[in-house]
């Protein structure tokens, strides 16, 4: 556009690039997607702030551009502009390098999320300020959503901004009755103005309302595995109609991010899509080629994602060869289809195992064929043909075939055999022709006629492959979400003395929450965007048959063939490459495809030798934000192959041993010498050619500074336990030492002792009268008082009553009542937050909130986000004894003080297990005296409240302490861990260490959750500064982010495997090791697992845990060598890691190998893969 005065040259000119996209949802159907001009796309998305380290809120465009670029060459495709429409540059970036954006209006009120709800004074403002961003933004091609605001409750305001936009009110609701999380009711009924219809429209409160009808897509935030899969099948909030985007999910505070890999890789975007097998056997089936997954005849809404999948000419599902599949003998075969009227029946295979069976329709028929010549049944269509879902079953007995539809027999044939011949390739369903397939089923077993009309996988007894295809339907509505968030919000600064920092906040309520990026504020990547990277990368590799080299690869891009990309093999033994070549695959958007490549596997594998095969694509011409050869996806595969077991060394072949026991234990060979510290119980000395290598030997640890998703109250904060019990500052003693010589070269020293953390501390124990026992156990320096009936105590800010975590405290279901009488300790207007009683911070708890918000006594839980019943503290709080109660019906919350209604809130739903004890006086301010506490696993009445001088605990009393009767307990050790190690020092100077650590019952009660870690700490000098490992790299990993870079064989500087975490952290660990080094050049110590996946980790610093920012930080003057067995997962903010990435608190044994070696001379990978022998060897 330019503008000229009459009869002149024009004097401005303005630029407005034009673009043009449909944008639309499938809404109304289980498995709902996304579409973009028709085709399906996931949103793999990052909420982004307006950040600059030197500017501030002032982003300079060559940063966003930088952005920009970052994100796309690490698969990111969608931004959220949280939460306030950003500078225009960004758009029209957005809109030159494709990225998807959701144009966030600024309304936010976070924690007074229901202020819009319960006022009308912001109205206008907060539909002015959609109004005038979507009028400025709309000509915007790269937007394909409006949010309506985040963290401000759903209220009148929210309706009328969706009307804004939309164009009918089809899905505008006259009232907010039926959102779910909503306090107060608000109705609208204006007129849809169509400002901007072409535009899906999103919604973010901070509790559950992101059901709200307008919203096309459902919206959860910080959804765990279970939860996220709840809102795809509509079992939880909405009804499963609406394609799934995550508002904000895995929280990137500090080290993060271990719950992509998960969400990803196994339900959003898999590399493969595999029908879940429910037989039990885990056969899952690949869906090869573009088939469809649509709704089955079953499926409806509110949790029944009955799936079903549409097989056109070359497609099928493979079922990968087992041993399962080698069934001989009798055996059923079935599955429930359609075919469309006139799609032909000629040759459509339904189930066939080439060379061994086939259910097939064939000229006009169905037929079941038996291989090795054994028979072949065929039976007729059906009249009404097979248009409508039909069960098609061929039965094999001893003696004959059969065929029976929708349970009825059809055909029959003699069988002349009982065998089948072998298979050697996958079973196919489909392959040829048109075929929606409903459910599968594989069986062992001939069924009984009247058997046969669920044979299609709905009958499991004798099932070796059942399909019905729901998770495939409810994976394909989670589309994917946005990551909070994209970068570190510090800003540049200098210390007094003039030294650069990092200039952020990490006290007060929102702590270190400006720092939850997955680049720093430079824009340098952190690790997390590795993991994010290969989560998301558009091509997905699969084993086939691997060790045949057939491999399936799936092509993610929404609109881009592979013939974009250039393929690359390789294949490893022991990290070293043994053969590699490229490849050109042209498979089509969402296509996946078999496809073999000349691996070789070794038919002669080297002993305890591993192979793998790694598979890589990178861009076949440049792009405008990465050049030619940017690798878009690898994928490693593990090479099966019989390799044999190393042998193991022989004692003979080893030098003698000398002991000397004369005080400290000596033990020396040919080369080395080493020494036992009888009064430590460890290694106090490793010389090997007279150059020493220990500071400290190993010593059983379980500690490392944790990670923000475990020290923010947000989450269930599991390393304030840790702290409390001692974690940090384990101080070992040693019971026992005695040394046995085993053999002229092989000495076993075994030493009992213990890691104890805190002292031991004075604990009294009150009885639980109602029948389950839950006595609490009273730990700090709390007091006795006279109470408000009997007996109180009067808490300090260091004590706590733990009632532990018994079943009947695990009050998830409808129904539960806290009450207890509170003598506040804290000022009238408030202070800290002061937690009366609590289960895990987040199942269930009562508290008042910090007097920096408001004070207010609150009644909460989080599920699915916060839940609250509130209310201002009465005028007389500090003047006496006060009653206080929160009752939950399984709808309703309600908030009690002295018999008054304080406050009430909603929730619908089930509580969020946590695992932690529940807990009374946890965080309460000194003199705060609570009496009678009582949980309850029902809602009881107004009546049945407050019954202060009952004797007898009420119906569904699942805890009941008066607090008149205490007892002292007294523990010999404080919380801690009784270990026993075994050296075995042999000849060749290999120590082999076994430990075995075993948690006291004081550890088990003090901490919550899990443990950090479990493994040995050695201290070596600060010479070695030099570091090899085999495992994943090179960069950091841990058990749930470990997939974004390789195994393989790597090296490094110590300090080079420090990551600078904002505020300072734990770091650098390494995933999936096998072994490991340190070296100062002329002497390396080996670190080894034998065939377990270990961890390795460095330390550098003396003081990781205490500082708050890098130049805090206080060198340690050695280095610190963790070898451990566990290592806690990461998780994501206030989600905690699943289950298996979590270390237990309970007895753990495991074993490393030390050897000190020359580098020089000496491979640690050959030293590594050998196997020491046993005394008797």
């Known amino acids: 556009m330019e503008l000229a005065p009459v009869g002149s040259e024009p004097t401005e000119a303005m630029l407005e690039k034009v673009g043009f996209r449909t944008y639309e949802t499938t809404r109304g159907r289980h498995g709902a997607e996304v579409l973009v001009n028709g085709e399906s796309v996931d949103i793999q998305g990052v909420n982004r702030h307006e950040t600059d380290p030197d500017f501030g809120r002032t982003v300079p465009i060559e940063r966003v551009r930088e952005d920009i670029e970052t994100m796309r060459r690490f698969n990111i495709n969608a931004v959220r502009t949280s939460h306030y429409p950003n500078d225009p540059s960004l758009y029209r970036l957005a809109d030159e390098y494709g990225l998807y954006l959701q144009d966030e209006v600024c309304v936010e009120s976070h924690w007074w999320q229901e202020l819009l709800a319960n006022t009308e004074v912001y109205h206008d403002q907060a539909v002015a300020q959609f109004r005038r961003m979507v009028l400025r933004d709309r000509n915007h091609a790269s937007i394909f959503s409006w949010s309506t605001g985040n963290e401000a409750g759903t209220g009148a305001e929210h309706l009328e901004m969706a009307s804004l936009a939309a164009d009918s009110d089809e899905y505008i609701p006259e009232d907010t009755a039926d959102v779910s999380g909503v306090g107060t009711v608000e109705s609208f009924d204006g007129t849809p103005e169509g400002l901007a219809s072409d535009r899906l429209l999103y919604h973010q409160p901070n509790g559950g309302g992101w059901n709200v009808e307008y919203s096309d897509m459902l919206g959860p935030r910080y959804a765990d595995i279970e939860t996220l899969l709840s809102v795809g099948d509509g079992s939880y909030i909405g009804d499963g109609l609406r394609p799934v985007v995550m508002g904000e999910y895995n929280h990137a505070m500090g080290n993060s991010l271990g719950l992509v890999h998960e969400m990803w890789n196994e339900h959003i975007k898999p590399p493969v899509r595999e029908a879940t097998d429910r037989a039990g056997s885990d056969t899952p089936g690949v869906l090869v080629g573009s088939p469809d997954v649509v709704p089955g005849p079953d499926a409806a809404p509110g949790g029944n994602t009955d799936g079903a999948v549409e097989l056109g000419a070359g497609d099928a599902i493979e079922i990968r060869r087992n041993s399962g599949l080698e069934h001989d003998g009798e055996f059923t075969v079935g599955a429930t289809i359609s075919v469309a009227d006139g799609a032909g029946m000629g040759d459509v295979p339904i189930v066939v195992d080439e060379g061994r069976y086939a259910l097939t329709l064939s000229n006009g028929e169905i037929e079941f064929s038996v291989g090795g010549g054994e028979g072949t049944a065929t039976a007729p269509i059906p009249d009404g043909g097979l248009g409508d879902w039909t069960t098609i079953v061929g039965v094999a007995d001893s003696n004959a075939l059969a065929i029976y539809v929708d349970g009825e027999r059809a055909g029959t044939s003699n069988r002349s055999g009982s065998g089948l011949p072998a298979g050697s390739e996958p079973v196919r369903v489909g392959g ?109 590799v699969a084993d086939a048959d691997v060790a045949a080299g057939e491999i399936y690869i799936s092509n993610r891009y929404n609109f881009t063939s592979l013939d974009a990309v250039e393929g690359r093999w390789e294949l490893t033994a022991d990290g070293e490459t043994l053969r590699s070549g490229g490849f050109d ?17 070794p038919s002669a594998p080297g002993a305890g030798v591993e192979y793998r095969l790694t598979v890589r694509f990178t861009l076949a011409e440049s792009t405008a934000y990465a050049d030619a050869g940017h690798e878009v996806a690898f994928e490693q595969l593990e090479v099966p192959v019989d390799a044999p077991e190393p042998e193991s060394a022989s004692l003979d072949s080893m030098g003698p041993l000398s002991v000397d026991e004369a005080g400290d234990i000596t033990i020396s060979g040919d080369g080395f010498e080493y020494v036992v ?80 953390g805190a002292e031991p501390s004075r604990r009294l124990e009150t009885p639980d009268r109602s029948e389950h026992g839950n006595d609490g156990v009273l730990t700090g320096e709390a007091r006795i008082v006279t109470g408000a009936s009997g007996r109180a105590v009067e808490f300090t800010n260091d004590s706590t009553l733990s009632l532990g975590q018994s079943e009947s405290l695990d009050i998830t279901d409808a129904g539960l009542t806290i009450e207890f009488w509170v003598h506040p300790g804290e ?31 609150e009644f909460v839980f989080n599920a699915d986000g916060w839940h609250v019943a509130d209310g201002p503290v009465p005028d007389d709080w500090t003047e006496g004894w006060h009653h206080v109660a929160g009752v939950w019906d399984g709808s309703e919350m309600t908030l009690f003080v002295d018999g008054e209604r304080l406050g009430t809130g909603s929730y619908e739903g089930t509580l969020q297990h946590i695992d932690a004890p529940a807990q009374v006086g946890s965080s309460v301010a000194d003199g705060t005296a609570l009496d009678e506490v009582r949980i309850y696993d029902r809602a009881l009445s107004e009546d049945e409240l407050g019954g202060l001088a009952a004797d007898t605990p009420l119906d569904g009393a699942v805890a009941w302490l008066p607090l008149d009767e205490f007892s002292s307990v007294e523990d010999a050790n404080g919380p801690g861990f009784a270990t026993s190690y075994h050296y075995r020092v042999y000849g060749s100077g290999d120590v082999a260490v076994d430990v075995e650590a075993r948690p006291n019952e004081g550890l088990r009660e003090t901490v919550e959750g899990w443990l950090p870690k479990v493994g040995v700490q050695l201290e070596l000098p600060e010479r070695f500064g030099d570091f090899e490992w085999y495992g994943r790299g090179e960069l950091e990993t841990y058990p749930d982010r470990k997939w974004g870079v390789p195994i393989g064989r790597y090296e490094g500087t110590v300090d080079e495997q420090y990551v600078p975490y904002l505020p300072p952290t734990d770091n650098g660990n390494k995933a999936q090791t096998r072994w490991a080094t340190l070296s100062d050049g002329e002497v390396s110590l080996l670190g080894t697992f034998g065939a377990e996946d270990a961890n390795v980790s460095l330390e550098q610093w003396a003081n990781l845990a205490a500082a708050e920012h890098q130049s805090e930080l206080d060198e340690r003057g050695s280095v610190g060598f963790n070898l451990d067995h566990r290592v806690t997962g990461l998780g994501g903010t206030p989600t905690e890691p699943l289950d298996r990435y979590q270390v237990p608190v309970e007895s753990t044994s495991f074993g490393v190998v030390l050897r000190p070696f020359d580098p020089d001379s000496d491979d640690p990978m050959a030293l590594a893969n050998r196997r020491l022998p046993d005394a008797q060897e």
């Open 827 to 857: 000022p009238q207007d408030g202070g800290a937050a002061q937690v009366y009683v609590s289960k895990g911070g987040r199942q269930y708890l009562l508290k008042r909130r910090e007097s920096g918000r408001d004070g207010y006594l």
């Open 677 to 756: 510290a009888d009064d430590a119980g460890t290694l106090s000395s490793m010389a090997y050619e007279g150059t020493e290598l220990l500071e400290r030997g190993p010593l059983f640890n379980s500690w490392r500074a944790p990670v923000m998703n475990e020290i923010q109250q947000w989450g269930s904060a599991p390393a304030l336990s840790w702290y409390e019990a001692g974690l940090d500052e384990l101080t070992h003693s040693v019971e026992s030492v005695e040394v046995e010589r085993l053999d002229e070269s092989l000495v076993e020293v075994a030493v009992e002792g213990f890691a104890e």
């Open 432 to 540: 040829e022709g048109d075929l929606a397939v409903d459910g599968v089923g594989i069986y062992d077993r001939a069924v009984n006629p009247d058997e046969t009309n669920d044979a299609d996988g709905e009958r499991r007894d004798g099932a070796l492959v059942a399909y019905d295809f729901a998770d495939l339907l409810r994976d394909k509505s989670l589309v994917g979400g946005f990551i909070w968030d994209w970068v570190n919000q510090d800003l540049n600064d200098t210390t007094a003395d003039g030294e650069p920092f990092q200039f952020y906040h990490s006290d007060g309520p929102d702590g270190a929450f400006c720092l939850n990026g997955l680049v720093w504020s430079d824009r340098d990547p952190q690790p997390e965007l590795w993991q994010l990277k290969h989560s998301h990368q558009p091509v997905g």
């Open 585 to 601: 695959v042209d498979i089509g958007p969402g296509e996946t495809r078999r496809v073999g490549l000349p691996v070789q596997a």
